[in-house]
């Protein structure tokens, strides 16, 4: 028998069955996912001991004698709110009559002439006689979120994100001078303050996870956060990176600009605390704090434009965009954070910025190898200018970080 | 109640760095309902109504929800009720001539609601809290036939004096009264004044705490002058099991209950309160009248007041019996002057009419 290229009738008849078998086994799991819904569930017992009740305070608005709480339901069992008491004083309560089914939220508006400044323990009892209790650390009227308050918080985002970020690249010029060994060095230096930003961030993720019921994951957020910007900034950089080919551009005009975003979306939750906690009124505004603030974003300004020591004088404006990249979401940051006050939302955008650092770490580690080789590689290729460069880098951001006083 | 302090100081250091600190509460976008003061409410005398609570809120002092209250019925006590319910028990005369008195008492596992909304899973003598007050004059003898209901082994220990058998100890006579079985206890009614009684199992804060205890008065052989007597036993719910304090304060098994039903008494006569601390968990209560004074007798086992006072302190098991007259018409608070134990409902009125 010679054989010979098949006909496409079979072709169709073999896509055909492959299409019949497709639906026939996704038919079949949906039939055993339906019969272990019915039949599994019923063949567990009922769940041993007391229901469980979980409640999250997403927020607290307080005004003259009286104290709103949106409160989330953040176990597996509904929560019904019976009475509540304030610095152990039972106080009228409106809404959250009705129990709270899992995930849904409702307001509890607390009757309380609370006094400015002075710290409240509002307890729940919940109708099982369990008591939840939630701190307010100093009460402190909540801003209405009109205009004046959203132009305060672009005004003191533009102080501590962009206007800082500028200022650390009017010294590229100056560092233009102290020749191509220092590259390298400012490099690391770059790094170690990422590093610093990255730990930092994580610890204040952890801090908030205590804090979020965990109805929608904690802490896991910040996780979430931290791999999407890191995997978003890696298809950035690939498009970037495409294009620059295309373009003939060399490396370091890519650099800066990865970098920028990846501070950018640090800045973003730097903004979202300083908006929550001027919120609060637990931010000190002043001199000190917008002082602090330059000097200590002035090096991000720096880390940014010290992947251009080796190319083409970049232009005022290509400039100049890269410090809106690295300092405008600080503003976003701040507005956000005056209107918000959810520690889902913050551990989410704390972990972006994790995320994004880490991805720009990954993208400058290549330069601080010893050595003309480009290939990415393990850190113990770093040499010694690098590893000094890291540590200053750190010691840098930890000493700023100290003038930042609230 | 003790706290436990959360977290750390409240004012706390601003690193920037690491996008510093999200601070407790929040600010809101959300348009403001803009009602902020707090409006006088008007005081009414509720006739007994349940939900009539006018009193309290915000500036105006404590109180539950307003307009909530628990379903007493459901309960199977009313505090109101509570405050004038003597039992003098079965009187019989024995073969020597002595009056005997014989009770009832069965102990059970019941869930109350002791503050609105709030279930509470107690362990009771005849189905309330506090249990009945038993009522003799010294010199009967007296005979409690306790049946345990519970699923707990409970016993009555009576303060008294009487033979070691009947105090109600574990591993004293009949001991630990294990679920479904009986016991009597018999003995003499003395000394005369105001006593309580209450399970003597462990862990034994626990068993008084759930709600095991009651008034035990045993009235001179002279009776004391006639006057408009009543009870009120001062105790609490530690409604989280800690044994950290307690969440809700109380007279007679309901908080706040007198501020919105007052207790009725009449202009000028003599008015007699037999006053009873079993609170757990905290080492002290008190009680404070406003607007007037009394003569006390510390455990009523002298004939002569020792103070004339508006205000006294009782350790746990401490009682007392304090007599007064109201001159002038209106409501009288009364409450603990700890004010915490009075924010979280021991608190309630007087009414002279």
Not at chain 1, 92 to 114: F, K
Not at chain 1, 322 to 345: H, K, R, S, T, W
Not at chain 2, 157 to 179: N, R, S, V
Request: charged share 15%.
């Amino acid at each position: 028998m010679s054989e010979r290229t098949e006909n496409p009738a079979p072709q169709k008849s073999q896509a055909r069955t492959g299409w019949v078998s497709t639906v026939a086994v996704v038919l079949l799991l949906g039939l055993a996912l339906a019969a272990l819904a019915v039949v599994g569930g019923r063949s567990l017992p009922e769940r041993i001991g007391p229901p469980v009740e979980e409640i999250a305070v997403e927020q607290v608005r307080m005004s003259p004698g009286r104290i709103d709480l949106t409160v989330r339901n953040a176990g597996p069992d509904p929560v019904r709110v019976a009475q509540v008491f304030v610095n152990d004083a039972f106080v009228d309560v409106r809404g959250g009559e009705q129990p709270i089914a899992p995930r849904r939220s409702t307001v509890l508006t607390l009757d309380y002439p609370w006094q400015e400044g002075q710290p409240y323990l509002v307890s729940m009892l919940t109708s099982t006689g369990l008591v939840i209790e939630h701190e307010i650390a100093a009460a402190v009227e909540t801003p209405t979120g009109g205009r004046d308050l959203f132009a305060v918080m672009a005004l003191l985002g533009a102080y501590v994100g962009i206007i800082p970020v500028v200022l650390g690249m009017l010294l590229l010029p100056v560092l233009r001078r102290i020749g191509k060994g220092a590259m390298c060095f400012l490099l690391a230096v770059t790094v170690g303050l990422l590093l610093f930003l990255a730990v930092d961030a994580v610890f204040e993720g952890l801090e908030l996870g205590e804090r979020s019921g965990g109805a929608f994951g904690g802490i896991s957020l910040l996780a979430l956060g931290a791999i999407l910007a890191f995997l978003a900034l890696t298809l950035v950089d690939r498009w970037l990176h495409h294009r620059a080919h295309a373009a003939g551009e060399r490396g370091g005009t890519r650099l800066a600009l990865m970098i920028a975003i990846g501070i950018g979306l640090h800045n973003l939750g730097e903004g979202l605390a300083i908006g929550s906690a001027y919120a609060l009124g637990q931010l000190a505004l002043g001199a000190a704090l917008v002082i602090g603030f330059a000097l200590h974003n002035t090096t991000e300004g720096l880390a940014i434009v010290s992947p251009l020591l080796a190319s083409a004088r970049p232009g005022v404006l290509r400039l100049l965009g890269l410090g809106l990249i690295a300092g405008a979401p600080a503003i976003a940051g701040a507005v956000l954070g005056a209107g918000v006050d959810n520690a889902e939302l913050s551990l989410f955008l704390l972990g972006l910025g994790v995320g994004a650092i880490g991805q720009v770490v990954v993208q400058i580690a290549p330069a601080l190898r010893g050595g003309e080789e480009r290939e990415p590689g393990p850190v113990a290729a770093m040499d010694t200018t690098a590893v000094l460069g890291v540590a200053v880098g750190v010691a840098v951001m930890y000493a700023t970080g100290l003038l930042v006083v609230a | 109640m003790r706290r436990d302090l959360m977290g750390e100081p409240s004012r706390r250091g601003f690193l920037a760095g690491g996008g510093a600190l999200l601070g407790l509460g929040g600010a809101a976008v959300a348009a403001r309902a803009g009602l902020s003061e707090a409006e006088p409410r008007t005081e009414q005398t509720g006739h007994g109504m349940y939900g009539a609570a006018s009193h309290g809120g915000g500036a105006n002092g404590p109180t539950f929800r307003i307009g909530s209250v628990v379903d007493h019925h459901a309960n199977g006590f009313d505090p109101t009720d509570i405050l004038r319910d003597f039992d003098y028990g079965t009187i019989t005369k024995t073969g020597d001539g002595r009056t005997l008195r014989e009770w009832e008492i069965a102990s059970t596992d019941k869930e109350l609601e002791v503050a609105p909304g709030v279930k509470f899973p107690a362990w009771v003598f005849n189905g309330r809290i506090p249990g009945p007050t038993l009522r003799c004059t010294e010199g009967d003898l007296l005979r409690i036939t306790f049946t345990n209901g519970s699923q707990h082994p409970h016993t009555m220990h009576f303060h008294g004096i009487h033979p070691a058998e009947m105090d109600g100890t574990p591993g004293l006579g009949a001991g630990l009264i294990a679920p479904g079985q009986t016991a009597v206890y018999e003995f003499d009614a003395i000394p005369f004044g105001v006593h309580l009684y209450h399970c003597h199992v462990g862990p034994l804060a626990e068993h008084v705490a759930r709600g095991m205890y009651g008034t035990f008065i045993v009235d001179p052989p002279q009776p004391r002058p006639a006057a408009d007597e009543l009870i009120m036993v001062q105790h609490g719910y530690n409604t989280t099991f800690d044994a950290e304090g307690n969440q809700l304060y109380a007279v007679n098994g309901i908080p706040f209950h007198y501020m919105h039903e007052p207790v009725r008494v009449k202009r000028g006569e003599l008015v007699r309160i037999y006053l009873i601390n079993v609170l757990e968990y905290d080492p002290i209560n008190s009680f404070h009248i406003h607007g007037n004074f009394f003569d006390y007798y510390p455990t009523g086992t002298r004939l002569q007041p020792a103070d004339y006072t508006d205000t006294i302190v009782q350790g746990q098991g401490q009682r007392g019996i304090c007599e007064l007259r109201f001159p002038y018409p209106g409501k009288f608070m009364f409450h603990a002057h700890k004010s915490e134990f009075a924010e979280l409902g021991w608190m309630g009125f007087f009414e002279v009419t």
